[in-house]
């Protein structure tokens, strides 16, 4: 267990500090999301297909804001932003005690997703500012373990509520989940203010907040949607993400349709996923510090994400212990691709970004993102559960020809902030 919570843990103060965080914010929304289909449609009274319309309708306005909150981030400060956007999650999920009806649970969709989006744009943008670039990745990998932490603890929490047996628990969870947050926004309220430099760049004045949403920035060479190969880099970076689909959608339905593994090897599985994303991320992520090393980690992921394709391809066709066996290491393997794909994403974000935009810069990210992954559930899904063995064999073609083409998209779009006089460094904290 120490040596567990030592991979967890940094001596660094400030990496400790945003750590704790982690797990505070995301014990708060774990223990929400694992409660949230029975609260929606045993206590609101929604069907099933309301709920997930509602999600849909809150994902497209994000995708069309993403890029004006971003900027919006920049205008008011990255660390502002982070503390107003948490506050404003915070109210929204205790809103939801107070919501009947479709019409008022879109409502609440909407705002929580364009609070959540704003609020990810100036934390993001803080934490590359905040370390230096040496340790950046490294130091957002503790984090990444910590928050898996904190899922964990929440979900659980939240399943201690279902398994009450009666509504009071779980009409209590979006209460409960609102004081955490709140409790979460005060932490990061301790968080270091940036440089003097960062400071008067966030306090620019009205002009920049009103250029923010009006959009008027979007002739500046220097603007981020003018950085066209980061826009292709963080649609590829989505697509290579989509190991998540495969964790969290695709091997469930295979395992129970398509294998004669038995339905519990699930818990088994998403328990191994779990420990190896707490134990692993740091290790992971060591070295990754610039574009060459955060590429060498992207191929990495997609390696180990093409071989789990071709694991999981032949459990259609085993029996007994050997499927067992060979649905936990194409389980382990994904889970690789996860952590290596997630380093070089942090770090690719990191370098490509402009210092002085680094708000708009994940709102350009978060939109390339969506598109690069969108689509993925459904594909997947088809190509694996319908198609079979070519359907699998698609899918790791895909992921290698994303893999092929982020490296020159990368170097693109660092020649284009190299062209347009984009700052070498980001302000580090003082």
């Known amino acids: 267990m120490t040596r567990l919570m030592t991979k967890v843990l940094s001596d660094d103060p400030l990496i400790r500090s945003m750590s704790y965080q982690s797990v505070l914010s995301a014990f708060g929304e774990g223990a929400f999301l694992t409660g949230s289909a029975v609260y929606f449609t045993q206590i609101v009274g929604l069907s099933p297909a309301q709920v997930g319309l509602g999600l849909t309708i809150g994902g497209v306005v994000v995708f069309c804001a993403s890029v004006p ?125 940036l440089s003097r430099e960062a400071e008067a760049h966030a306090e620019a004045g009205d002009t920049a907040l009103e250029a923010a949403v009006a959009g008027s920035r979007r002739s500046d060479p220097r603007a981020a949607l003018r950085n066209r190969p980061f826009i292709l880099t963080s649609t590829l970076s989505g697509i290579l993400s989509t190991h998540q689909v495969l964790l969290n959608v695709v091997v469930p339905l295979w395992l129970v349709a398509e294998t004669d593994a038995p339905r519990v090897l699930l818990a088994w599985l998403f328990g191994t996923n779990t420990v190896m994303a707490v134990a692993l991320q740091v290790a992971t992520a060591r070295g990754v510090s610039d574009v060459g090393t955060s590429l060498r980690a ?59 935009r680094r708000g708009e810069y994940q709102g350009v990210s978060q939109l390339g993102f969506i598109l690069g992954s969108v689509w993925a559930p459904a594909a997947y899904t088809f190509l694996a559960m319908e198609v079979g063995t070519w359907g699998w064999i698609t899918i790791g073609a895909l992921v290698v020809l994303a893999a092929a083409a982020i490296a020159p998209a990368a170097r693109a779009a660092e020649r284009h902030l190299v062209r347009v006089g984009a700052p070498g460094q980001a302000v580090a904290a003082g």
């Open 298 to 356: 992207v191929r990495r992921g997609a390696f180990f994400f093409v071989l789990s394709c071709g694991i999981l391809l032949v459990t259609h066709d085993t029996i007994g212990w050997v499927t067992i066996a060979l649905m936990w290491i194409g389980h382990i393997t994904v889970t690789f691709a996860e952590l290596y794909d997630s380093a070089g994403a942090w770090g690719l974000q990191a370098e490509l970004s402009d210092p002085d």
């Open 69 to 193: 909150l971003g900027r919006l981030a920049d205008a008011v400060g990255t660390r502002r932003t982070w503390i107003l956007g948490s506050l404003l999650e915070a109210l929204l999920f205790g809103s939801w005690f107070l919501v009947e009806g479709f019409a008022a649970y879109v409502a609440v969709t909407i705002a929580l997703e364009l609070a959540a989006s704003w609020m990810r744009s100036g934390r993001n943008a803080y934490r590359f500012e905040v370390f230096p670039r040496e340790t950046r990745v490294r130091s957002l990998a503790y984090m990444r373990a910590s928050r898996n932490v904190g899922y964990t603890l929440g979900a659980g929490a939240g399943g201690l509520a279902l398994a009450a047996g009666s509504d009071g628990p779980i009409m209590a969870i979006p209460l409960v989940t609102a004081v955490i947050l709140l409790l979460n926004t005060a932490w990061i309220t301790r968080m270091p203010r």
